[in-house]
């Protein structure tokens, strides 16, 4: 009887987005106060209700309710209940309805933190989310309905897949769904302000703080996903170019566009359209994300559902979704056009030159995902695209990104010189080459000349996004003389920003450094045997039986020593699942600033010695490419506390929302 | 021209200048890293490149698989159940390895017709069957086997 008021519940949350949708909608159309005023309490009820859906699917999974087919499938009663209640989004119906939630809790937000901005333009914006949401309960109600029941009732499930039974599985998915469907408020935000016909640097200075909680989400949700690959997987690589990768990375980037264009728009009114449709495709990108994720097209871990109406759907939603709002983009987007001007040389320039190289980058690596879905749809093959050519592509890219970002950082808004540029970056850019060419070339004496130059190249781009970044601070002191009181009055902008681009630069350290420096080994080992890589010296000590909740396990042990140091004790795993024969590896892993060790159990070999096959790894400065996103999320926290989100919010419940000038600095 | 097409026509030839390296970028990178599919099949009829890296999937035949004592080459052969692919392969093999299973390897063919592997792969769940593998199977006549039955789930 429970599950059915699952289903119940989301009908009803679905009564409620159709509400949610119309009235506000036609309200803020008509001038009709009433039915704009619909919009806040339809949005509260809407998450009360598919909060009610999920309460109750956790609750099945809880108690091993097996009459649902969606628990049957993805649960087993020797499951740990911290694992059970995750298992609700380990499968696809359930990640439907964590897509659902996470858009009603947005939604939910924006109807709480929205009372400043004009009733019309907050009922469009809420308007807009129910129809997204709209899209997808329906979606949910007709093809992937969590439950579903099953007869007869199994007596045990078929459990969780054991690679989803682990710490990422916890948060990646609610961390990456954040940012996913934080794009939905981008777009409700665009798609209003295009239909009220207002895109004015006000409406961009409500958006920031939303794409840029939405960006922090989904910034640590492809650096999560990239660290559960790495330790999960076992096979020491933290980025793949998989196809499932790059549907959340493509998102982001196009995020990190939008967040660059809206400080544009905000400050000096420009770029608008080109803001908007940036929104658009933040948004659009996410929706083929899931699509290319949960349609089965990309067969993968994370390709559940297999099942083509499901994909039929979703890819009519996105073509509903992009050619509706292209189609509105096109009717209202021109006769919002206009702005201030500015010169070739000029802040704006350098981030527009961001904004092309960002979508071009996001463009390449769509078209190496989508081509050989393409191919074989047509019926020409099947063939892959290896990630030498996404290495080849991105790399120079990015460099010239990360190269214009340094200049960036000191140009001045409007109007520049290249002379006053020059003056104040040729220090910097002395110091990037002296810094990190000559930790280059220490460091990589012995190798020769390609990867020198490689780490060269990386080392000194971030050693020049450091040094620009920091000398942006100290170039917006008003107050010279005293570093202290110059150094508070700056907004929480400009520090925001320095933390994010410190962070790329510690990512780019990281990658630098993991992709020339690491060295691997894969052998033969049988107990006592040793093997060195970069003066770590590995000693296999063997394997031992071990018990978990659910699995039986061989665990390795390895010594790792240095200079005849004790250095570490790694213990890596060869789990059986009791439920299935499936076997997991779970690596061994001496997490370190500059340098990780790593060791993975393969197979036990023939002959009488126990050997196994086994995978060992020394990677320096790995962490750092997670340590740089983490700086990035900082980055965008201390930017969302600036004054100037609170300011306009108290200052808009008494005046008329003017284009006031906002402060300098931060963008 | 009035400074507002200039900058225009500015930004334009930006915008151009930018994709048009992309392209050539893009083009060369793509040609090179292409990476095509043949069945044992198509292998055995000469149809897939010697010197070039491709893809070659099928079921591990039953009893093929020979593991060095010293070290960790392994020699193995897939089949489409019509022909065969001998496959040798210097690595860890993948946790779902095993004979009967549908795998998909990475590498060049040598001259001497043996397939000389640089990365097998074998998916996440022992019930996937690589869609290329089930492709060749079906083509080669043969029924899919018992994994191919669950249709859903993880």
């Known amino acids: ?667 | 021209m009035t400074p507002r097409r200039k900058k225009r026509l500015y930004l334009v030839a930006l915008v151009l200048l930018g994709v048009g390296a992309a392209t050539a970028l893009f083009l060369t990178a793509f040609q090179e890293n292409l990476i095509l599919y043949h069945s044992p099949t198509e292998v055995a009829e000469g149809k897939a490149p010697v010197d070039r890296t491709f893809r070659v999937g099928g079921l591990v035949k039953e009893d093929s698989v020979e593991h060095s004592e010293e070290d960790l080459k392994v020699r193995f052969t897939v089949t489409d159940t019509n022909h065969d692919v001998p496959i040798v392969y210097d690595g860890v093999l993948p946790d779902l390895f095993k004979e009967g299973q549908g795998i998909v390897a990475n590498g060049k063919l040598g001259g001497d017709g043996v397939f000389v592997a640089e990365k097998v792969l074998a998916k996440h769940d022992e019930n996937y069957m690589p869609p290329e593998v089930a492709e060749s199977l079906e083509k080669a006549g043969a029924k899919p086997p018992h994994s191919m039955a669950r249709p859903e789930g993880n």
Not at chain 1, 105 to 130: I, Y
Not at chain 1, 274 to 297: D, M, N, P
Not at chain 1, 541 to 568: C, I, L, W
Request: hydrophobic fraction near 50%; charged fraction near 15%; charge should be positive.
């Open chain 1, 1 to 667: 009887m429970i599950p059915e008021l699952g289903t119940v519940a989301l009908a009803l949350a679905l009564c409620m987005a159709l509400v949610q949708a119309t009235f506000p909608m036609a309200g803020a159309h008509k001038g009709i106060a009433p039915w704009m005023a619909v919009a806040r309490p339809a949005a509260m009820a809407q998450f009360a209700f598919v909060a009610l859906a999920f309460a109750i699917l956790s609750y099945a999974f809880a108690v091993d309710d097996f009459s649902v087919a969606f628990v049957a499938n993805n649960s087993n009663t020797a499951l740990p209940i911290y694992y059970k209640l995750t298992a609700v989004w380990g499968g696809h119906e359930g990640s439907m309805l964590l897509w659902s939630l996470v858009l009603t809790l947005w939604t939910l937000a924006v109807a709480l933190f929205s009372r400043a901005l004009p009733a019309e333009f907050a009922a469009r914006v809420l308007a807009v989310m129910g129809l997204v949401s709209i899209g997808f309960l329906l979606f949910m109600l007709l093809t992937s309905n969590p439950f579903e029941r099953l007869s007869p009732v199994p007596a045990q499930g078929a459990d969780l897949n054991p690679l989803l039974q682990d710490i990422g599985m916890i948060i990646h998915p609610p961390m990456l769904y954040m940012g996913y469907v934080g794009m939905a408020v981008a777009f409700g935000f665009a798609i209003a302000a295009l239909l009220g016909g207002r895109l004015d640097p006000a409406w961009a200075r409500w958006s920031r703080p939303w794409v840029t909680v939405a960006w922090m989400f989904l910034t640590a949700g492809v650096a999560l996903g990239s660290w559960w690959a790495y330790y999960e997987l076992g096979w020491g690589g933290w980025w793949f170019w998989d196809p499932v990768e790059n549907a959340s990375f493509m998102p982001w980037l196009v995020a990190t566009a939008l967040i660059h264009s809206l400080a544009v728009t905000e400050k000096r009114g420009l770029f608008k359209s080109w803001t908007v449709l940036l929104a658009i495709t933040a948004f659009s990108l996410s929706l083929l994300g899931t699509f290319l994720v949960r349609s089965g097209v990309l067969t993968s871990v994370h390709a559940f559902a297999t099942d083509p109406a499901r994909g039929v759907y979703i890819l009519t939603f996105l073509g509903v979704v992009v050619g509706g709002s292209l189609l509105l983009y096109a009717l209202r987007g021109p006769s919002t056009l206009g702005g201030s001007t500015f010169s070739k040389v000029s802040r704006e320039t350098l981030l527009l030159a961001n904004n092309v190289l960002l979508i071009v980058a996001m463009g390449t690596i769509l078209l190496g995902t989508l081509y050989p879905l393409v191919i074989d749809a047509m019926g020409g093959g099947k063939l892959s695209v290896g990630p030498p050519y996404f290495n080849t592509v991105f790399v120079p890219i990015m460099s010239v990104l990360m190269l214009l970002l340094g200049v960036g950082n000191l140009a001045r808004w409007k109007q520049d010189s290249l002379g006053r540029l020059w003056r104040h970056l040729r220090l910097a850019l002395g110091g990037a080459v002296v810094i990190g060419g000559g930790a280059a070339i220490m460091l990589a004496s012995d190798a020769f000349a390609a990867k020198t130059a490689m780490v060269a190249l990386g080392l000194i781009l971030a050693v020049w996004v450091l040094i620009t970044s920091i000398q942006s601070i100290w170039t917006q002191l008003s107050d010279k003389r005293s570093l202290a009181a110059g150094l508070r009055r700056l907004p929480a902008g400009a520090y925001g920003m320095v933390l994010a681009h410190v962070g790329l630069a510690v990512t780019v350290v990281g990658i630098t450094m993991t992709t020339a420096f690491e060295s691997e080994q894969r052998l033969r080992m049988a107990p006592g045997d040793t093997a060195t890589l970069s003066g770590y010296t590995f000693r296999f000590e063997g394997v031992e039986r071990e018990k978990g909740p659910n699995y039986q396990a061989a665990m390795g042990s390895f010594t790792v020593t240095h200079d005849g140091e004790r250095e570490a004790t790694l213990k890596p795993e060869k789990r059986h699942y009791l439920s299935g024969g499936k076997p997991m590896t779970e690596a061994g892993i001496d997490a370190g600033l500059t340098r990780d060790l790593y060791a993975s159990l393969g197979q036990p070999q023939s002959g009488s010695d126990g050997a196994w096959s086994i995978r060992l790894y020394h990677k320096p400065f790995v962490r750092w490419i997670w340590l740089g996103a983490l700086f990035m999320v900082a980055g965008g926290m201390v930017a969302l506390s600036d004054r100037r989100y609170r300011v306009t919010r108290r200052r808009k419940a008494g005046t008329p929302v003017g284009d006031s000038p906002a402060p300098a600095g931060g963008a």
